[in-house]
């Protein structure tokens, strides 16, 4: 599959490296383009804009925070308006539940899909493929991306068709902090 993937941070190398070793296409795209070079010599492309890692099928995003994700999505030449009709963005980053919403609605608008998929794991864990994935998003878009959570998690818990369900998780937005707590899957993979 050809995948784009933006943030290659402390989590996101090993998560980009993983879809790699998967045998994915992967084209990456960080502002600090050096962080790209050890897997670019795995296989990967590293692409000069948000724009060219968008030319894919699924676009990862694993970025710090909301005003980063926003900044990607939403900036002139970002994800929604490169992403082709019927491609599909994954957020992967922590982010809020407010965030997450306005991107389910202009993906939608776009055309686009979207599924949120937030990670639990330190850095050794994503470079072990050993994260366990949160997942919201329609149920046919996260069936056509489950290969690819399987690539960079142990276990992958669908939580929800909508996909702020995933952020809500840690986010308290009345108070705009995290909330710390562990979340405890249920064996049929709905938050306990």
């Known amino acids: 599959m050809d995948i784009?993937?933006?943030?290659?941070?402390?989590m996101g190398r090993g998560m980009a490296?993983?879809?790699v070793k998967a045998g994915h296409r992967v084209t990456l795209y960080n502002r600090s383009p050096g962080k790209a070079e050890a897997l670019v010599q795995q296989g990967a492309t590293a692409a000069g804009s948000v724009a060219e890692a968008s030319n894919a099928e699924v676009v990862f995003t694993m970025l710090a925070d909301d005003r980063a994700v926003e900044d990607v999505a939403f900036g002139e030449n970002g994800i929604l308006a490169s992403l082709a009709p019927g491609a599909t963005h994954v957020s992967s980053s922590t982010i809020s539940v407010a965030l997450s919403e306005r991107l389910a609605a202009?993906?939608?608008d776009a055309g686009q899909r979207y599924a949120a998929a937030p990670v639990f794991g330190r850095p050794e864990a994503a470079a072990a493929a050993k994260l366990f994935v949160i997942t919201a998003g329609a149920r046919e878009v996260l069936d056509a991306l489950s290969a690819l959570f399987d690539a960079i998690g142990q276990r992958t818990f669908a939580v929800s068709e909508r996909p702020a369900t995933a952020c809500s998780l840690w986010w308290q937005p009345a108070a705009g902090t995290w909330t710390g707590r562990r979340y405890r899957p249920s064996p049929t993979g709905t938050p306990a």
Do not use: K, S
């Not at 784009?4 to 402390?10: A, K, R, V």
């Open 17 to 19: 490296a993983n879809l």
């Open 4 to 10: 784009g993937f933006i943030g290659l941070g402390n």
């Open 106 to 108: 202009a993906h939608a």
